[in-house]
């Protein structure tokens, strides 16, 4: 592994819908500059639901870090929100429009994860998701 098997962005976001459009724009420049554009597609969506989630579901700004190791890219999301996600498990029509996200990242991530940030004064999550290259 070389120094440009290894990078890290990190995008603050505010509470905004247009959030997602962000992300997915510089998602595609980071990707497309570091010659992974094999992994656009399904990183665009997975960044798009981890964001769509923290504006959903938390009340404050966020943050997107997307972070290459080796032959993992980890897209992480920092959310205001200390409710841990849960894949809807809703037996709704694959038609439904909301409630999918993180059944979404579930199949198409390679793994993902989440945890607490509950220090004194500071409070909210993370959730991960990574993909493996190959």
Do not use: F
Request: glycine share 12%.
């Amino acid at each position: 592994m070389n120094n440009e098997d290894e990078w890290e962005y990190s995008i603050n976001l505010p509470h905004s819908p247009v959030a997602v459009g962000v992300v997915r724009g510089a998602l595609r420049l980071m990707l497309r500059a570091h010659g992974l554009g094999e992994l656009l597609v399904t990183a665009e969506l997975l960044a798009s639901e981890l964001v769509t989630n923290a504006h959903v579901h938390a009340p404050g700004p966020s943050c997107l870090r997307v972070k290459r190791s080796g032959k993992w890219l980890r897209l992480s999301v920092w959310d205001t929100s200390s409710e841990p996600p849960r894949p809807a498990r809703r037996p709704c029509g694959a038609d439904r429009e909301e409630g999918r996200g993180m059944e979404i990242v579930e199949e198409l991530a390679d793994r993902w994860g989440h945890y607490s940030l509950g220090a004194p004064g500071r409070s909210g999550k993370l959730v991960w998701c990574e993909l493996g290259e190959g």
